[in-house]
C-alpha cells in the first residue's frame, strides 16, 4: 500500500512488488554463494619471541596479504604480498601498492597499482603484549614508477 497523492492508501503497482521481491532474492542467493574460502582468515595469533607488524586495528599480524597503509581513508594499501623473510630483525616481501589518485577527489578517484619491495624493522618491546615485539618502521622501494609525489625509495614509521 502506498499513500495516493490525496492521502488515501492504495496499492502499489504490481511490476514494483515484483521487482522488490526479485532484488531481495538476488542479494540473498548472492550472499549465500560466497564461498567460505572467501572470509577473511583470523590472523595466527602470535608466540611469545614472535615479531609481529600491527595493523591499523592494533592487531598483531605475520606475514600479512594485505596491509593497509592509510588507515584514515583506506586510499593506500599494499595487495598480494608474499614474504621471502620474517625474522627477529627484518621482513621482506614483494607485492603490489594500490594508490588512489583522488582525481578529481578521493571518492571518485582510481586505485593505480605500483610494484614495490617492502622491508619491515626496527622491533621494538609492543607495550600491549608481553613478549612481543612490533615492526616500527616500513620501507617501500618502487621497482617501476612510484607513485607521485612520492619517492622511488621511502620509509615511514609505523605508528599503530
Known amino acids: 500500500m502506498e499513500a495516493s497523492g490525496d492521502g488515501r492508501l492504495t496499492r502499489a503497482p504490481r511490476s514494483r512488488v515484483r521487482t522488490a521481491t526479485l532484488l531481495c532474492a538476488a542479494a540473498a542467493l548472492a550472499a549465500a554463494a560466497v564461498p567460505a574460502s572467501a572470509q577473511p582468515e583470523a590472523a595466527p595469533t602470535p608466540t611469545p619471541g614472535t615479531v609481529v607488524v600491527a595493523d591499523c586495528f592494533s592487531e598483531a599480524q605475520v ?51 605500483y610494484p614495490v619491495k617492502v622491508t619491515l624493522s626496527e622491533p621494538k618491546p609492543w607495550p600491549d603484549l608481553t613478549d612481543v615485539q612490533r615492526f616500527t618502521m616500513i620501507r617501500l622501494v618502487y621497482t617501476d614508477t612510484a607513485p607521485s609525489p612520492v619517492a622511488k625509495d621511502v620509509t615511514y614509521k609505523l605508528v599503530y
Open 63 to 113: 606475514r600479512p596479504e594485505e596491509y593497509l597503509l592509510a588507515c584514515g581513508d583506506g586510499n593506500n594499501r599494499l595487495v598480494g604480498l608474499r614474504w621471502d623473510t620474517w625474522g627477529p630483525r627484518t621482513a621482506t616481501a614483494t607485492g603490489t601498492d594500490m594508490v588512489n589518485d583522488c582525481r578529481p577527489y578521493c571518492a571518485a578517484g582510481r586505485f593505480h597499482p
